[in-house]
C-alpha cells in the first residue's frame, strides 16, 4: 500500500504559491522604484506569472493600476506646426485654376465624344453601302459532307 504524502504535496504547493508571491511583489517594488509603468501582460512576462494568477491577486492589479495611473493621462507630446499654412487667397487662387482645368476637360471631352460619334457613323455609313468581301468564303468552292475526311 502507498504511503499518504498529501500533507508533503499541500505543503510543497504552499510553498510555490509563496514563493510565485514573493517574485511578483519583488518586480512590482522594483517598477514602482524606477516609477516604470507596465500593461498586466508585460508584468506578467517580466515576473514570470500567469495573467490569470495575476487578476486573481487583487492587491497586485490594484497596485499595477496605480502605477500605470501615474503615466496613462501625461499630455501628448506637442507636435511641429508647419513652417507656414496657406493663406485664404493661396487657396481661391488653387481653387479657380482646378475649376479651369475642369472645365478644359469638359470641353475637350464633348469634342472627343463628338469626333467618336462621326466616326462610328462613318464605319457605319461604309458597311451599309459596300459590299465587304469574306475571303474565306468567296475563295473556297463549298465542300460537300461526303468529302470532308477525303481532303
Not at 9 to 27: G, I, Y
Not at 43 to 52: D, K, T
Not at 57 to 77: C, N
Request: contains cysteine; glycine residues 4%.
Amino acid at each position: 500500500m502507498r504511503a499518504d504524502n498529501s500533507a508533503a504535496l499541500a505543503a510543497n504547493a504552499r510553498e510555490r504559491a509563496q514563493q510565485t508571491k514573493n517574485r511578483a511583489l519583488r518586480m512590482l517594488t522594483e517598477l514602482e522604484a524606477a516609477h516604470q509603468p507596465t500593461s498586466i501582460a508585460g508584468f506578467c512576462q517580466l515576473a514570470g506569472v500567469s495573467r490569470s494568477w495575476v487578476y486573481s491577486q487583487p492587491d497586485l492589479v490594484t497596485r499595477l493600476d496605480a502605477l500605470r495611473a501615474d503615466f496613462e493621462y501625461a499630455p501628448p507630446p506637442q507636435l511641429e506646426q508647419p513652417a507656414s499654412r496657406a493663406s485664404d487667397q493661396s487657396l481661391l487662387v488653387r481653387l479657380e485654376i482646378a475649376h479651369q482645368r475642369i472645365r478644359a476637360l469638359g470641353q475637350e471631352n464633348e469634342r472627343l465624344r463628338a469626333q467618336l460619334a462621326c466616326t462610328l457613323g462613318e464605319l457605319r455609313f461604309a458597311r451599309i453601302t459596300t459590299t465587304v468581301a469574306d475571303s474565306v468564303h468567296d475563295t473556297n468552292p463549298p465542300v460537300s459532307s461526303s468529302e470532308v475526311g477525303k481532303r
